[in-house]
């Protein structure tokens, strides 16, 4: 099985089975579904969830029992046992109750946004990673093309030197651009495989140990589509807002607290003649504490939280521009590079390989020549991967990768 173009592979041992080849969707479903951070977010919903029903859960009755015995002190007193129970059923304040309830419902969903932030911001470095990935293995690529080049540069100089034709610092100078080639090729396939282990660390060790990616560079980018992105979709900026509501939630409940609520009381006690029923009332009078402290508290978080959100997206309105800057740059620049600097320098590099030929210039030149073409090669690849990057950032700038995907 052939290699995909712009994508470089280190060399396998012979006989060793050549890495499965993945495209991107399914690293991203095998990252999603078991990467311990998005499980952790997932599950915090359950919680979120089991809180709702401690918020909204009624207070239980109060059952009391008492004995004893009665002992004649006077004419008129009958010893005997005395027994006594009582039941209380406390009665919380509706609007107390009615805020924790809010204020729970708005952590669970503030639970389910965390969810979609964690998954946007984990399938946008997925696809980060994996172009970065094949960036490496291209520079990996394009290095080793480098070195077979200079080896057979290599060949020609080592005829002209043994034949007198040239001096002996040529060949020292080919063998030295031949070592910072093949440098050149083993930092760039360690990068690759670092990025590699990258994707399977975010997917809990479940991608394959090695696996080539099929994807390359020059992926389309719809320029429209990205275009009719909403930057106010942002998982994160629906989770502020949910802070907000419970803060407010909050700031209702301490107010309310300051009449906690009633309590009725329903006894009786049996002495050996008497029997008395009882039924009476309980309520904490806010006389010495009002309940100001947390009244204050709640409204200061309340405006903490309003300032987070509105910071968050003035902060997100800056980062799309300066995400569409980028991607814009690095577009100028690709077609700059891909039409202009190239050309320019691999027709260079065929005049000094012509000229070095006929013997009108050294080796020197042919090297810079060289030198030059990967230069520019390597600027191009970069500017691929920054195009590539910028797409990234504004589709998560967007929330796109918030949800999973619909049913096809």
Known sequence: MSALPGLAQAPAPAGAAEPPRLPLAQVVQTVVAHNPE????????VTAAASVLSASALPNPRLEWSSGRNRERLPSATPGAVQGWAIAQPLENPSLRGARVEAAQAGE???????????????????????????????????????????????????RVASGEAARYEIIK?????????????SALLLAEQTQLTLNRLAAGQLPARFQLVLSLDDAIDAAALQRLEPGEHPELRLLQSEVDRAQAQLEGARASRWPGLELRYGQTREPDIRQNMIGVSVQIPLLDQRRGPVDEAASELER??????????????????????????RLRTEALSQGAVREAEAALRVAEAAYRFGERGILDV??????????????LEARYQQQAARIELEFLAGRHAEPPGPL
């Open 305 to 330: 939280a309003r300032g987070r959100l509105e910071g968050r997206q003035a902060e997100l309105r800056q980062q799309v521009l300066q995400a569409w800057k980028a991607l814009e740059m690095a």
């Open 174 to 186: 080919a063998d030295a651009e031949i070592i910072n080639a093949r440098q050149r090729e083993q």
């Open 38 to 45: 998005l499980r952790a977010a997932q599950q915090s919903r």
């Open 367 to 380: 090297l810079d020549a060289q030198r030059v073409l990967r230069a520019v090669r390597a600027d191009l």
């Open 109 to 159: 969903r503030g639970s389910q946004h965390q969810v979609a932030v964690t998954r946007n911001a984990l399938v946008a470095q997925v696809k980060l990673r994996a172009y970065e990935t094949v960036l490496r293995q291209a520079e990996a690529e394009a290095a080793r093309d480098a070195v077979q080049l200079l080896e057979q540069v290599r060949e020609r100089v080592r005829v």
